[in-house]
């Protein structure tokens, strides 16, 4: 792990061949309301965990890469828009202080589309003033992985998010359990009636469609659904079967 580190703290941007790809999220109805734009990394022909990039990259290569997603989006605003799907894009404790910079603020304004996902422990590791500029300035915030630490509920009463992931992992554990659908039609419709939009990921085939039929959720996302480059999600239609 410490030699990993060392070789990936050591990158610069030109070190590294970088593709982005978008994860998408489909309503109850099975339109495409949202799509979370992620990164696939190479270092000389080598594959890069995003975990662990992200984890030890410098915060020059980090915001570098946070500002080619941007202008990835930026150069395809009008698809998105006319079709009203938002685009997510992942700030970690560190990127989180770009929602501070006022160029960055207009532009996200001016392209329409893009919202921000906070990782839950990023938001609780961070000091709250890159988070208070965003919602002062009205951009959409997500908080990530909602029920993967200690912060969860405590990060939605300090911060205001317009939208809630829950991690894919508390989705799978309440799966198996006998009492777990009731709970988790409990925690839906808890943060339903607090008027957040639940996203839950970790769709990976029908039988998850199912368990969650009738909760209240916003959106769901997972493999079940193959991402896809830019060019390929904009060939597409923006419902599925």
Same mark, same amino acid.
């Given at each position: 792990?410490?030699?990993?580190?060392?070789?990936?703290?050591?990158?610069?941007?030109?070190?590294?061949?970088?593709?982005?790809?978008?994860?998408?999220?489909?309503?109850?109805?099975?339109?495409?309301? @949202?799509?979370? =734009?992620?990164?696939?990394?190479?270092?000389?022909?080598?594959?890069?965990?995003?975990?662990?990039?992200?984890?030890?990259?410098?915060?020059?290569?980090?915001?570098?890469?946070?500002?080619?997603?941007?202008?990835?989006?930026?150069?395809?605003?009008?698809?998105?828009?006319?079709?009203?799907?938002y685009v997510t894009i992942n700030l970690d404790?560190?990127?989180?202080?770009?929602?501070?910079?006022?160029?960055?603020?207009?532009?996200?304004?001016?392209?329409? =589309?893009?919202?921000?996902?906070?990782?839950?422990?990023? =938001?609780?590791?961070?000091?709250?003033?890159?988070?208070?500029? @965003?919602?002062? /300035?009205?951009?959409?915030?997500?908080?990530?992985?909602?029920?993967?630490?200690?912060?969860?509920?405590?990060?939605?009463?300090? /911060? /205001?998010?317009?939208?809630?992931?829950?991690?894919?992992?508390?989705?799978?554990?309440?799966?198996?359990?006998?009492?777990?659908?009731?709970?988790?039609?409990?925690?839906?419709? !808890?943060?339903? =009636?607090?008027?957040?939009?639940?996203?839950?990921?970790?769709?990976?085939?029908?039988?998850?469609?199912?368990?969650?039929?009738?909760?209240?959720? !916003?959106?769901?996302?997972?493999?079940?659904?193959?991402?896809?480059?830019?060019?390929?999600?904009?060939?597409?239609? @923006?419902?599925?079967?």
């Amino acid at each position: 792990m410490e030699s990993e580190k060392a070789f990936i703290e050591n990158l610069s941007r030109d070190d590294i061949s970088v593709s982005y790809v978008f994860q998408k999220m489909f309503s109850a109805a099975g339109k495409l309301v @949202a799509v979370e =734009c992620l990164t696939r990394l190479h270092a000389s022909l080598t594959p890069l965990s995003p975990e662990h990039f992200f984890s030890f990259a410098s915060i020059a290569v980090r915001e570098a890469i946070i500002h080619e997603q941007l202008d990835l989006v930026e150069a395809h605003k009008d698809w998105f828009n006319e079709r009203q799907i938002y685009v997510t894009i992942n700030l970690d404790s560190h990127t989180l202080t770009l929602l501070k910079d006022s160029a960055i603020i207009r532009r996200v304004k001016a392209t329409g =589309c893009i919202h921000f996902e906070v990782n839950e422990h990023s =938001c609780s590791l961070t000091d709250n003033s890159p988070l208070q500029s @965003a919602t002062a /300035h009205a951009l959409p915030l997500w908080l990530d992985d909602f029920g993967s630490g200690y912060a969860g509920l405590a990060s939605i009463r300090r /911060h /205001h998010f317009d939208y809630i992931k829950i991690d894919k992992d508390i989705f799978w554990y309440l799966m198996g359990e006998s009492q777990g659908k009731q709970l988790m039609h409990s925690l839906l419709s !808890f943060l339903h =009636c607090n008027n957040y939009k639940v996203v839950v990921e970790g769709i990976e085939n029908e039988q998850h469609q199912r368990w969650l039929a009738g909760m209240p959720w !916003f959106a769901l996302q997972g493999h079940y659904w193959k991402e896809v480059n830019i060019a390929t999600l904009t060939a597409e239609p @923006a419902t599925v079967d």
